[in-house]
Each structure stands twice: as C-alpha cells, then as structure tokens.
C-alpha cells in the first residue's frame, strides 16, 4: 500500500527538530509524500525549503482564516510570489466562525482571494471549513467549478454536503477524526463520499488518531509529548486508513488504492514529474 498525507503541517515547531526522523518514519511505512500547508507568511520560507530538501514534502502557501489580522499589507504580492517559485499548492485557507468574534468578512476576502489564485494559476486548494458551510457554497458558487480539484481538509460537515462539495471539483479530505468512536457525522460523511472523492490526512501535529492498544505500543517509542498532548506525525496514515476502511465498509488494500491515487489526482501538479 502507498500512501499520501493531503494536509499536515511540518514546519511547525512542535515537531521541526525531528523533521529527518519524521520523513524516516514516514517513508519506512510507505507514506511517499506529505502536503504541508504553511498558515501564514512567517512559515512560508520554512514551507518551501522544506519541500526543496525533502522531494517527499509538497508545499501549499496560504493564509490560515486564524492568522489574517497576522497579514502584512503586502501578503497578495508576497503569496504570489512563492507560488510562482515553487511547484505548490494554495492553503492552507478558508473560513472558521468558531468564534463570533471573529471578522467574518475579512476572512470571505482573503479566501476569495485564495480562490481566484488557485484557479488563475491552476494549482490545487486545501480548504478549512468550520461553522461556515453554507457560506462556503455560496463562495463557491460565485467562483465557479474550480479548474484544478481541490479538498477541504478534516471534513467535519455534514454527509448531504458532500455531493455539492463535490459538484465544484472538491475531493474530501479525512483525518484522525474519523478514528472517534464518538464522530458520527464523520463516519457518516465517509459513507457518503464518492469513490473517486476521498482522500486521507493527519493534520501532523494535531488530531493524533485514537488507535488500538496494540498500535499504541507499536508508535510509543517514537511518540512526541508536550505536557500532556501527544503530537501525531505523518507514519500515523496507515493507521488512519485501517479505520477509516471499516467506516467506509471496503477492504483496507482498494480503500488505500483509492485515497492514494485520488490524492495523486488532486496534488498531480505538485509532483515534479515524479511518478505516482
């Protein structure tokens, strides 16, 4: 089985120091490329070396919906530019109204923007969308069937939106979330999810996977520990996808065919020629 990590984010400093460990472990279960987003302009030069010393790590540059008041009054020009320089994607980006009081019109703008990059350069999007579906189709709506596909990240919305997400070219990104004995809009959504819609993620560092005692064990020596939250890493995938099998009813081996070669489908420009 190969596999392909759709949203991480591996410039982060929780995990950085151990960045030549994490490639390692993540090749050494088959995880052949890793997509890190960077959130702001401050790790958008990390984000692209990255990609540059690691062929495994395929870059997307954007502005994350909590970090743009963190934006600099040039952050057009400057988000631009690095998607011209590298071979990248857009993201990550999009809307969250988690919070009320959060400038809700501000973050339509900025991911308005992201959008008319993504589709003006032909370059595939990773969406993060909370509290803020529908205003998210209306986006969409506006802008049109996106050119190249895109995904939103962690799907936490509901299984009937699915197939409108997936009528503007947007695949359906799931992470650890779907390991949740308690997620049942996930697993729901999962079910609802095309075939040749569905791809798969860690979200490295966040959303560590709930696994069975026995993967515990088996992941324990490599763990990472701040106080008492415990980081995930893209060697975790595999593990995501066993479960993420039994919710969507397949067989591990076609359900991992499939979210590998959906995602190649989705970051195709990203791979620098190298064959899937």
């Not at 070396?49 to 919906?65: A, K, M």
């Not at 400038?103 to 350069?121: G, K, N």
């Not at 969409?140 to 936490?156: A, C």
């Not at 919305?157 to 997936?166: N, R």
Request: proline letters at 5%; charged letters at 25%; aromatic letters at 10%.
């Amino acid at each position: 089985m190969k596999f392909l990590d759709s949203h991480c984010h591996l410039h982060d400093s929780r995990i950085i120091a151990d960045i030549d460990g994490l490639v390692r472990r993540a090749q050494s279960v088959n995880v052949r490329y890793m997509v890190s987003c960077a959130t702001m302009e401050d790790n958008f030069e990390l984000t692209g070396h990255l990609s540059q010393q690691y062929p495994s790590i395929l870059p997307c540059f954007g502005i994350h919906p909590w970090f743009i008041k963190m934006r600099s009054e040039k952050w057009k020009d400057t988000l631009e530019a690095y998607l011209l320089k590298y071979p990248s994607g857009v993201g990550e980006t999009g809307l969250d109204f988690t919070d009320k009081t959060w400038d809700r019109e501000d973050q339509i703008t900025v991911f308005e923007h992201h959008l008319r990059l993504a589709i003006e350069l032909k370059r595939p999007i990773n969406i993060h969308i909370r509290k803020a579906w529908e205003v998210c189709v209306q986006i969409l709506k506006k802008t049109g069937r996106l050119t190249v596909p895109g995904l939103i990240h962690s799907y936490s919305g509901a299984a009937d939106m699915v197939p409108v997400f997936e009528k503007y070219n947007l695949y359906i990104s799931f992470s650890g979330s779907v390991t949740n004995p308690s997620a049942k809009k996930v697993a729901a959504a999962i079910k609802k999810v095309s075939m040749d819609r569905f791809v798969l993620e860690t979200d490295t560092p966040d959303i560590f996977p709930y696994l069975s005692e026995s993967e515990n064990g088996q992941m324990s020596a490599n763990r990472y520990l701040t106080g008492n939250e415990r980081l995930n890493e893209p060697k975790n995938l595999p593990a995501i996808a066993r479960i993420a099998s039994l919710c969507k009813g397949m067989a591990e081996q076609e359900f991992a065919d499939h979210a590998y070669e959906n995602a190649c489908c989705v970051f195709q420009p990203l791979l620098k020629g190298e064959p899937a």
